[in-house]
């Protein structure tokens, strides 16, 4: 049998894009190996968001010249194909196969038929996965990701996802439904539904935003399983939602809800379409509505424009309206994005000092946050073991990105399987805990 390695860059989103081509090297027979010299083909699925994500992409293709050179077949997918699609001969003359996000659907045809160089490349609107895809699952029997919808209408300023990933297209409620069926039939517990937005999902196909339908059709499905919602624009998540996820049986409330900033200014700037006081209530809503929820967001830092005074704006909001999970990423100016050319340009030094300082601060909040915890009990999944320590996550921890929960356990604990534990320490972000 045929063996290929798989290399999976960037986002949640972009894993599954993997398991889908996996899917389809599965039809033409091929096994996985996760070492380079013993496989026939090794495939790189990229990402190109930001330039440090670029720089690796890059970095991780050139690697691949050297199995170039022992016969393998290179062949590079995703994001990184379609921003650059116009320099990839340049770059990398060695590579056999190059595949965008939009071609996936014909990704076989082009396998058998190419010849060195081949380049595919279209705009993404023209590949939506759908359940008939077959998906080799390479994230733990007990969790996984479904995307509802590719693409994205929001056309913040500094975003090149619209670019890479084209206009948002949503899978329907059935299709969605279906999958998430058989994956429940299959032993999964733990549904994370993602996209570029979920809180537009449907909107194209539906005529208004639709979360709300997909969530009450999901939450009938039988089963015992939970469903974390991901990638929640702030603006969008109404009343309603929170309602229904508050009485649901499933639905963990787990917001994750990229900010990006709270100065009002710097959101118009951004093209974001809300306000630092809609933030605050919004942020006061949830705190009300839910007697435990895990807020997550995250922020840009050194966006242009942003003076002294917006940062500590911003310094001073995360100390009154703290989150448990905290992302902050420097602004990058990205070619084709209106940000690339504003004036007010922050330096580089000052982007990092601002990321050193806000991290800081949070670090004290989180460890606030946590110690609160101590003495509570939760019902976690085990989800590794390093030496005599298992890794678990309960409702609070989305997978690969949040902290763990640590337990010290002589006793033998299998992945994937649910237990409660009662949390006796509280560090910075991580939490020990005691089987009960």
């Given at each position: ?8 860059l ?9 398991e ?13 190996t ?6 026939d ?6 990402c190109a968001?930001?330039?440090?994500a ?9 690697e ?6 022992l ?8 994001c990184?194909v ?5 320099k990839l001969?340049?770059f990398f ?6 595949v965008?996000p939009g071609?996936?659907e014909?990704?076989?045809i082009y396998?058998e ?6 380049i595919?490349?279209?705009?993404a609107?023209?590949f ?20 509802i ?15 890479i990933?084209?206009?948002?297209r949503?899978r329907?409620i ?5 999958e998430?069926?058989n994956?429940?039939?299959e032993?999964?517990k733990?549904?994370?539904l993602?996209?570029q937005d979920?809180?537009?999902?449907g ?6 935003p ?18 974390r919602?991901?990638?929640?624009y702030p603006s969008?998540?109404n009343?309603?939602?929170l309602?229904f996820?508050k009485?649901?049986?499933k639905?963990?409330?787990y917001?994750d809800i990229?900010l990006?900033?709270?100065n009002?200014?710097i959101l118009?700037?951004m093209g ?8 605050i209530?919004?942020w006061?809503?949830?705190?009300k509505?839910?007697k435990e ?6 922020f840009?830092?050194g966006?242009?424009?942003e003076g ?7 310094l001073d909001?995360i ?15 990205e ?16 982007k990092k000092q601002r ?7 949070q ?5 606030k ?5 101590v003495?509570?009990v939760?019902?976690?999944f085990?989800e ?5 320590y298992?890794?678990?996550?309960s409702?609070r921890?989305?997978p690969e990105?949040d902290?763990?929960?640590?337990i010290?356990d002589?006793?033998?604990l299998?992945i ?7 949390i006796?320490?509280?560090?910075i972000y991580?939490?020990?805990g005691?089987k009960?």
């Amino acid at each position: 049998m045929k063996k290929a390695r798989i290399i999976s860059l960037g986002c949640a989103k972009n894993l599954v894009d993997t398991e889908i081509l996996m899917g389809m090297l599965k039809e033409k027979n091929y096994d996985f190996t996760p070492i380079e010299e013993e496989a026939d083909l090794i495939l790189i699925n990229t990402c190109a968001f930001i330039s440090p994500a670029s720089k690796e992409t890059e970095e991780n293709i050139l690697e691949l010249f050297k199995y170039k050179k022992l016969g393998k077949k290179i062949i590079v997918c995703g994001c990184y194909v379609e921003r650059f699609k116009d320099k990839l001969r340049e770059f990398f003359p060695f590579v056999d196969l190059f595949v965008g996000p939009g071609e996936y659907e014909k990704f076989n045809i082009y396998l058998e038929n190419s010849s060195s160089q081949n380049i595919f490349s279209s705009p993404a609107s023209n590949f939506l996965y759908t359940n008939s895809h077959k998906r080799f699952h390479i994230t733990p029997k007990h969790w996984t990701y479904v995307k509802i919808s590719e693409g994205c209408n929001n056309f913040c300023n500094y975003c090149t996802i619209p670019q890479i990933r084209g206009s948002l297209r949503s899978r329907s409620i059935n299709d969605i439904e279906r999958e998430v069926r058989n994956l429940v039939d299959e032993g999964v517990k733990e549904v994370n539904l993602i996209a570029q937005d979920t809180t537009r999902y449907g909107e194209d196909i539906y005529g208004k935003p639709s979360l709300l339908e997909l969530l009450r059709i999901l939450e009938k499905i039988s089963g015992d399983f939970r469903i974390r919602i991901l990638y929640s624009y702030p603006s969008r998540l109404n009343n309603e939602i929170l309602d229904f996820i508050k009485n649901s049986e499933k639905i963990v409330p787990y917001f994750d809800i990229p900010l990006q900033h709270v100065n009002n200014n710097i959101l118009r700037l951004m093209g974001r379409n809300y306000t630092k006081e809609q933030i605050i209530d919004l942020w006061e809503k949830l705190r009300k509505t839910f007697k435990e929820c895990v807020l997550r967001t995250t922020f840009i830092l050194g966006f242009p424009g942003e003076g002294d005074k917006e940062f500590e704006e911003l310094l001073d909001f995360i100390e009154n309206y703290p989150f448990e999970r905290v992302g902050v990423f420097p602004f990058y100016p990205e070619v084709g994005t209106k940000a690339y050319n504003f004036s007010n340009q922050v330096e580089e030094k000052i982007k990092k000092q601002r990321v050193d300082i806000l991290m800081k601060k949070q670090q004290k909040i989180s460890k606030k946050l946590n110690e609160a915890l101590v003495g509570k009990v939760f019902e976690v999944f085990i989800e590794q073991k390093i030496n005599n320590y298992y890794l678990a996550r309960s409702f609070r921890e989305a997978p690969e990105v949040d902290p763990w929960i640590i337990i010290h356990d002589s006793n033998k604990l299998n992945i994937g399987e649910k237990i409660k534990v009662r949390i006796v320490k509280a560090g910075i972000y991580d939490l020990w805990g005691k089987k009960v």
